[in-house]
Structure formats: C-alpha cells, structure tokens
C-alpha cells in the first residue's frame, strides 16, 4: 500500500516562503515520477510541478515558474516543493502525487493546506 503524506503548510504573509514535503511509504520511490497539484476554493485541481527520475527532468506551471523548486530526496523517500514569493492566488491545499507511467498519476496524498494573505 503506497501512503503519501505532505507536511509544511500554514498561514503566511504574501512575499514569504514555505517549503512543503512529502514522505513516501514506497520502497521504489527513485523509479516513479513525482509530483505536487494544487486545488484552491471553489476551483478545480491544477498541477503544479513534477520531477522525473534520475537523470532528474522538472516542469511547472507558468503561475509558479521561477518562484516554486521542486526537488526530491530519494534517500529519504522525500519529495519537496520551495515555495518563494508566495502571492495570495497560491492559497489552495497542495497534493503531493505519484504518476505511473502506464497509469497516470494514480496515488495522491490528502493534502497540506498553504493559505497567504495579502
């Protein structure tokens, strides 16, 4: 049974920083795609960011490039998300996501709510 579970949300001001993570109960942690979603109130879940495998590949969305890092530990079966310059739209409960290749993203933790005011 996969467990995924993200850690690092809170309050915080606009400008300020966060760094999420997520421990993964996956004994093959360094062969999957990872990745972190997001879902704001009242709007549909959004991705965020994703890292490949070794060699390691990123991507993100255009509303967080050049602010957000994803990053990943896979000694620690650890998956992180820096989170700089955080404006008030980031406000949302961010998923963290494991992507099977044949499957898609096919298990997803419960969430770790980042809420910025303005």
């Known amino acids: 049974q996969v467990q995924l579970v993200e850690s690092g949300g809170g309050l915080v001001q606009a400008g300020d920083s966060l760094r999420l993570s997520c421990a993964a109960s996956?004994?093959?942690?360094?062969?999957?795609?990872m990745g972190w979603f997001r879902q704001a109130p009242g709007k549909e879940r959004e991705f965020v960011a994703t890292?490949?495998?070794?060699?390691?590949?990123?991507s993100y969305a255009d509303s967080v490039k050049g602010r957000f890092t994803i990053s990943r530990d896979n000694a620690k079966n650890t998956l992180h998300l820096q989170m700089n310059s955080l404006k008030s739209e980031d406000t949302a409960l961010y998923y963290c996501v494991r992507e099977d290749q044949y499957y898609g993203m096919d298990y997803w933790g419960k969430g770790t709510l980042v809420t910025v005011s303005s």
């Open positions: 996956l004994r093959t942690f360094s062969t999957y795609t």
């Open positions: 890292i490949g495998r070794r060699p390691v590949h990123t």
